[in-house]
């Protein structure tokens, strides 16, 4: 009964799977579609090739366009280790040829699953575990949208606003974002004054309203001559329409 180590070269569309035999002699090399039926005939043709032999397999990912062919080889019991694309590539250069093709990628990672003996076995994944991940992911792109937003925002509003930019703390609370929904414009600021501005901020549950509307520049003084109103600079109504979102 022969041993077999079957590499796999994943991607999002197909997949290159090479088989080799204990003398890294190549008895199969095939490329399948990403789809479950050619998979499962690849996998039944691999293990007929062993007559019930061991068959040890390899793949180069562990999640994306590998996790159908993942999910089939662990659903069936089938031995499979996890070989990053780094150290593939590493491999690589040992190995004939200068060019870097799928084909000599999935033989890379069936050898070195054969001739290694630190690789790590991948594991079915647990449901908890996927939809945690999944969760995760997405508040991770939540985060980084919203950071990105606070910095395109405060790189613009010291260009027509910068007196309001030096008060606010965005570390702090949210409160600079709930109140820039409302007010942009030094006269907008001006004209709502610092007890409506309170009580607009406390409508919409802002912590500290009265302080953060008694803190802000001197430009809510009604009878402070409108000086930083002379002045329109370019782009600032097309800043204060973006800022709404």
């Known amino acids: 009964m022969p041993e077999l180590w079957a590499g796999t070269d994943a991607g999002k569309a197909a997949h290159h799977c090479p088989v080799i035999d204990t003398g890294g002699a190549k008895v199969l090399s095939r490329r399948v579609p990403n789809n479950e039926p050619e998979l499962l005939e690849l996998m039944g043709g691999v293990l ?10 390899a793949v180069d990912l562990n999640a994306g366009g590998g996790a159908l062919l993942i999910a089939l080889l662990t659903g069936h019991g089938q031995r499979l280790l996890y070989i990053p694309g780094r150290t593939v590539h590493h491999a690589s250069r040992g190995y004939r040829g200068d060019g870097k ?5 999935a033989y890379v990672i069936a050898d070195q699953a054969r001739i290694r003996r ?17 969760l995760t992911g997405r508040r991770c792109d939540l985060v980084a949208e919203r950071t990105r937003a606070i910095n395109r925002m405060r790189a613009q509003l010291p260009e027509y606003f ?4 030096r008060t606010f703390d965005y570390a702090a609370s949210k409160s600079a974002l709930i109140l820039l929904t409302g007010y942009r414009t030094p006269a907008g600021l001006r004209r709502v004054g610092p007890s409506r501005l309170a009580t607009w901020l406390k409508n919409r ?7 953060i509307a008694d803190g802000q520049p001197s430009r809510l003084n009604r009878n402070r ?15 204060t329409r973006r800022s709404r979102s």
Request: aromatic content about 2%.
């Open 48 to 57: 007929a090739l062993a007559e019930d032999g061991p068959v040890t397999r």
């Open 101 to 105: 093709t799928d084909a000599k990628d």
């Open 118 to 134: 630190d690789l790590q076995p991948l594991q079915e994944w647990d449901e908890i575990a996927v939809d945690l991940k999944i």
């Open 162 to 165: 910068p007196a309001l930019e």
């Open 205 to 211: 549950k802002v912590r500290g309203a009265q302080a």
């Open 225 to 239: 001559p409108r000086h930083d109103d002379h002045v329109l600079v370019s782009g600032r109504g097309t800043h």
